[in-house]
């Protein structure tokens, strides 16, 4: 694993009674990425996601954060730590900026001008002095995780914190952690049932099953790596039986609702477009189908509900 990991999970393991929750899992949260968590019901998310926030004990391995572990150095590892786990709870009588300034006081190296970055950061600067009874639930959402990075936290961990959002508040909250990793550099963690916005909001993803990670896969990173890996392409031509005849040789090709399918590389694409427009074809339209995370989860997990 990379040294320059914010995050750290070696063989983490979780037994209640006879029952292994956890089965050791291990993988890492790198600087400035949002890394998301998901796994059907009852697959060990929160039970990991309390582990790494010192909710819950470990039966073996061990957590680092930074240089520090979880289990021998607890209070230099939590320190580096923000977190919600579940609902931010915060004093509904106070206003946003009091609730804020009260949580500082915990802290001596909070100062007023940090409150007035983050409030800036979640873009609360024009509902800050409301009382918070008067807030939506993405605005305490905001002012939750406003809350959790006063201290400069290197991990920032949210477990599922889109819950009872509308869409413009998923939103909000989505441009806001981009924001957050990409501006201070926090390392952000966040799990969710919601696998159309995790695909918006990630770098990378983890996908856990009967305590176990079965796959840990790049989500922005995919373009950059599409090379040389081949992809079912569909090409809109005038004629596709045509098309097939000229294209012989070069692959499985098929002709599916009006287009001809194959597949093919980035560089291949562009090579079959040539051939095709050099023996008169006219191509209307190129597109490489492509999987969506939902249909890579539902693959591997066997259709499991996630939650």
Do not use: W
């Not at 909710?55 to 061990?62: A, E, K, Q, S, Y």
């Not at 809109?236 to 499985?252: C, F, T, Y």
Request: hydrophobic share 40%; charged share 25%; aromatic share 4%.
């Amino acid at each position: 694993m990379s040294q320059t990991a914010v995050a750290r999970l070696q063989n983490v393991t979780k037994v209640i009674g006879k029952r292994t929750i956890i089965d050791r899992v291990s993988f890492e949260v790198r600087p400035g990425e949002v890394f998301g968590f998901l796994g059907p019901n009852g697959s060990g998310k929160t039970t990991t996601i309390r582990m790494i926030v010192g909710l819950m004990g470990l039966t073996d391995g061990d957590i680092y954060i930074g240089e520090h572990s979880i289990r021998k150095d607890f209070p230099k590892a939590i320190v580096q730590v923000g977190a919600i786990v579940e609902n931010p709870e915060m004093y509904k009588f106070l206003t946003g900026y009091q609730n804020l300034l009260h949580y500082a006081r915990m802290n001596p190296s909070i100062t007023k001008g940090r409150i007035q970055e983050v409030i800036e950061l979640v873009g609360l600067q024009g509902r800050i002095h409301d009382k918070v009874k008067k807030y939506s639930l993405g605005m305490r959402q905001r002012l939750g995780v406003a809350q959790a990075i006063m201290h400069r936290p290197k991990l920032l961990v949210l477990d599922e914190p889109t819950n009872g959002l509308d869409p413009a508040g998923i939103r909000e909250l989505r441009d806001y952690l981009r924001r957050l990793a990409q501006d201070e550099g926090t390392a952000v963690l966040v799990s969710s049932h919601l696998l159309s916005e995790m695909e918006l909001m990630c770098d990378r993803v983890a996908i856990l099953q009967k305590g176990q990670i079965i796959d840990i896969r790049s989500i922005r990173g995919e373009a950059e790596n599409q090379g040389t890996a081949l992809d079912e392409v569909l090409f809109e031509v005038d004629h596709p039986d045509a098309a097939l005849g000229i294209l012989a040789g070069q692959g499985e090709g098929r002709i599916a609702d009006g287009f001809l399918t194959l597949s093919a590389d980035r560089k291949g694409i562009a090579d079959l477009n040539r051939k095709l427009v050099e023996a008169g074809i006219n191509v209307y339209g190129i597109r490489v189908k492509t999987k969506s995370l939902e249909d890579q989860f539902l693959e591997m997990t066997g259709s499991e509900t996630i939650g």
